[in-house]
């Protein structure tokens, strides 16, 4: 238990949940109730980390009738003030829950989509680079089935992508979506540039494959315009190499 009022609430939401109280971690085993936790969470992620008491019911207990959503919140409220220390860890406002209104809430979600917003924003690679590194993992990976996280974790998952495109973290972005054609492309060019014809076709390869795996088509002109590219390189070159050889040849 926190005797002491906090300056500082800091929340982790991506790659995993954790908080930390002025800079000390609550224990994992603190969070008795999963939907204890589960309040904050939402709490984290709502506009000035608010939302009325009636959303989050609908949200956690969407098939629960009113009297026993109330009652589930409750005590999901006990167990959450409970974990972080504080019985005003979240404060209902006129039937609006705040998360901590007398402390500096941080979430990384929020640190994330502002440096993306500025890198993108601007143009600016670097920072996209910066902001991209900021993404430590996808949203609250161990609630993959809860339906009120799949609209915001898709969309910082697009965000993402978007800062690594526009970073030109063409790897990363192969890694994290092998049916991105953009950055395949970069690929082959890098890998033909490095006078690595193979591995660019491997590459072309990979993305074939992907694409008809996950979405039921083929590259697109462009990429296969590029592959013909390096196929053709690559035929010159065993043609002059055939040439080389024979102009050499002991027999002539």
Known sequence: MYARRVGTLAIRLLGRFSVAVDGVAIPGD???????????????????????????????????????????????????????????????????????????????????????????????????????????GDLLPDDLYESWLAEPRGRLRRRYLDVLRAGALWDRLAEEDPTDEQAARALMRAHLDAGQRREAIRRFERLREALRDQLGVGPDRATVALYEAVLAERSEERRVGKECRSRWSPYH
């Open 30 to 136: 603190a969070w008795r109730s999963r939907r204890g936790a589960d309040v904050v969470k939402l709490l984290a992620l709502s506009p000035d980390h608010r939302m009325h008491r009636a959303q989050v019911m609908e949200a956690l207990w969407p098939e629960s009738d009113p009297e026993a959503s109330g009652s589930n919140l409750r005590k999901a409220l006990h167990f959450a003030r409970r974990a972080m220390g504080d019985e005003r860890a979240v404060v209902n406002e006129r039937g609006v829950l705040v998360l901590r209104p007398d402390a500096r809430v941080e979430t990384d979600v929020e640190r994330f989509e502002a440096a993306a917003r500025r890198g993108l924003d601007a143009g600016d690679e670097a920072a996209c680079r910066a902001a991209a590194d900021l993404y430590h």
